[in-house]
């Protein structure tokens, strides 16, 4: 489902409705979010201008006066609404998004200019979000921002941005990296820029959409930018491969290891020969992980179908010491498949107290999912044009490094050497004389267990096997 907001500062505005629908055709919209109409009553005919000939529902709020107003619309093919919560300054809907089991809660935000009745605000939303269940996006007008780096020529209000990064923390919401622009909103005279239009969701919201992405676009019809919320991944290609811990615990892990370190290598240099030895088990260790991650899942639907049957019996009649025994094993095996996911799920999560063995699994997804945020490429600016095709974004920074890396000069003027101090003989030798495995055994055990040198991992496991031996 993919979502839009927009402060059009004006319903009735020349091309206000054709931008609207601009908008909802070239991305796709499901459910968009404006506000500031500015009619006290805005007619049933000026709101269907905003939608295209597909079937359409709506909530909206007046202005008071000239002042404010919202609407909230969707296609009724993506949403089933089934409550709404209106207020001056927001529109909660409540439904069901097609496809969807969990409820989605969607909030049309238009925030008061006047400080005390933002922080009201805050406060009714909050309880809100507290009693209605779902997974909950805001989008709109804020009128607040979280940090001095979201104002420019604009005066920081330290404490509005206290009272609002609280609410967001105390309703735990979060935010996708927005791309396009970096503010969203400019004053007529073009002096004053601030980012007062946001998409904030909560956990589960990102839980299920990890890769959706959050694009603010241009200017054209307000000082406000519209800003589009796509939940559609946008595939830059297979993910890197990465070694987990949990892993080197399982059967076959070594063998794997050792079958790359056999493949024979004809090179005389011996980093091409390390090389050639990592790659080997590299691909050594995906056949085997495909094969182990499948014979798990057998394995694992094979427990829970068991423990199910047991479970059935048992409210029949009693379970014979032989089930029990059974019960219990199923039992076992599917808590130590959750236990080594556990453990992946901590390791990307880099989370350094690992050894306190804590194993809030909804803490450490949404710290992946946050890792995951901050790291996403939403688009790049390339001759003034925002574009976001994955293979357009790759080749563009591959031409990027490749001029950072080139050689700028030709022909380099050549040092002498005379009057330079030089090594001994003795002392030169030491350079490139080979390392011992005790050296090499301690360098390694001195970084910890939760480190890995090397690319993913792969050379702690090799030295580790070697350290065996």
Same mark, same amino acid.
Request: glycine share 8%; hydrophobic share 40%; proline share 2%.
């Given at each position: ?30 459910? +968009? ?59 909660? %809907? ?37 009693? %209605? ?56 005279? $073009? ?14 919201? +990102? ?35 990465? %070694? ?7 059967? $076959? ?53 068991? +423990? ?42 880099? +989370?350094?107290?690992?050894?306190? $063995? ?25 001759? $003034? ?7 357009? &974004? ?14 700028? &000069? ?60």
């Amino acid at each position: 489902m993919n979502f839009g907001t927009y402060n059009i500062k004006g319903a009735g505005g020349v091309g206000k409705a054709k931008a609207i629908r601009g908008l909802i055709s070239k991305f796709g919209l499901n459910f +968009i979010a404006i506000q500031e109409t500015q009619f006290s009553d805005l007619p049933e005919r000026i709101i269907r201008r905003f939608w295209d000939n597909t079937a359409v529902d709506y909530v909206k709020v007046n202005a008071n006066g000239r002042s404010g107003g919202l609407i909230s619309m969707w296609s009724t093919g993506a949403f089933k609404k089934e409550m709404e919560v209106t207020k001056q300054n927001f529109i909660l %809907v409540r439904g069901k998004v097609t496809g969807e089991q969990e409820d989605m809660v969607v909030v049309n935000v238009y925030a008061s200019t006047n400080q005390s009745s933002r922080r009201q605000l805050w406060n009714e939303l909050l309880e809100l979000k507290q009693s %209605v269940q779902g997974r909950w996006i805001l989008l709109g007008d804020f009128n607040e921002v979280r940090y001095p780096e979201d104002r420019f020529n604009s005066q920081f209000d330290a404490g509005g941005a206290l009272c609002f990064n609280n609410f967001i923390m105390n309703a735990g919401l979060q935010e996708y990296n927005m791309g396009g622009k970096r503010f969203t909103y400019m004053s007529g005279d $073009g002096r004053n820029l601030s980012k007062i239009d946001r998409v904030l969701v909560c956990g589960e919201f +990102i839980m299920r959409w990890p890769d959706a992405t959050l694009l603010a676009l241009n200017r054209d019809v307000s000082d406000h930018c519209p800003l589009v919320l796509t939940t559609i991944a946008n595939s830059f290609g297979p993910t890197p491969f990465r %070694v987990f811990h949990s892993w080197m615990e399982a059967n $076959g892990f070594d063998e794997a290891i050792k079958k790359g370190l056999d493949v024979p290598c004809e090179s005389n240099f011996k980093d091409e020969c390390m090389a050639i030895k990592l790659k080997a088990i590299k691909e050594e260790l995906k056949k085997w992980r495909s094969s182990e991650k499948a014979n798990e899942e057998d394995q694992l639907a094979i427990a829970n179908e068991n +423990i199910q049957k047991l479970e059935s019996v048992a409210e029949s009649r009693s379970l014979t010491e032989q089930e029990i025994g059974s019960w219990q094993e199923y039992k076992k095996a599917v808590k130590e498949w959750q236990l080594a996911k556990t453990k992946d799920l901590i390791q990307q999560s880099r +989370i350094k107290w690992i050894a306190l $063995g804590d194993e809030n699994s909804t803490f450490f997804h949404a710290v992946v999912n946050s890792h995951k945020i901050r790291n996403k490429v939403n688009g790049l600016w390339i001759d $003034g044009v925002w574009i976001t095709e994955a293979n357009v &974004i790759k080749e563009s920074f591959k031409l990027a490094f490749k001029e950072k890396f080139k050689e700028p &000069i030709h022909s380099r003027p050549r040092l002498g050497m005379e009057g330079f101090k030089r090594l001994m003989d003795n002392e030169s030798s030491k350079l490139i004389e080979q390392f011992k495995e005790e050296e090499v055994r301690k360098a390694v055990w001195e970084c910890g267990g939760d480190k890995a040198p090397g690319p993913d991992g792969i050379t702690f496991s090799v030295i580790k096997n070697i350290g065996k031996s």
